[in-house]
């Protein structure tokens, strides 16, 4: 059964920053595309970041690029997003997913899904 937990969501002021986990079971994410979205409260879910199979394959939105940082511990079979320099506009559930393939910006190339972490930006 897969499994993908995220942890590391919290309340934190504008301009500071948190770090997302998101740890795999049942599968190994070095073999696959993994990625982050997010859904801001009352709004659709939208793409934040994401990385391939190889780790020198990354993508980002562009409202988030330059602040945030995707990156995987194989050893651990975990996939991290770095968030610094956090704005009020950050704020929303972030989602942890993998494909079963290469990486995509589209959420509709990802089969497998976590359960999502509240982070909350204070201005």
């Known amino acids: 059964q897969v499994q993908l937990v995220e942890s590391g969501g919290g309340l934190v002021q504008a301009g500071g920053s948190l770090r997302l986990s998101c740890a795999a079971s049942?599968?190994?994410?070095?073999?696959?595309?993994m990625g982050w979205f997010r859904q801001p409260p009352g709004k659709e879910r939208e793409f934040v970041t994401a990385i391939g199979r190889s780790n020198t394959t990354t993508s980002y939105a562009g409202s988030v690029k330059g602040r945030f940082t995707i990156s995987r511990d194989n050893a651990k079979n975990t996939v991290y997003l770095q968030m610094n320099s956090l704005k009020a506009d950050d704020t929303a559930v972030y989602f942890c997913?993998?494909?079963?393939?290469?990486?995509?910006?589209?959420?509709?190339?990802?089969?497998?899904w976590g359960q999502g972490t509240q982070v909350t930006v204070s201005s």
């Open positions: 049942g599968l190994t994410v070095s073999n696959r595309g």
């Open positions: 997913a993998a494909t079963s393939f290469g990486y995509s910006r589209s959420e509709y190339a990802y089969a497998y």
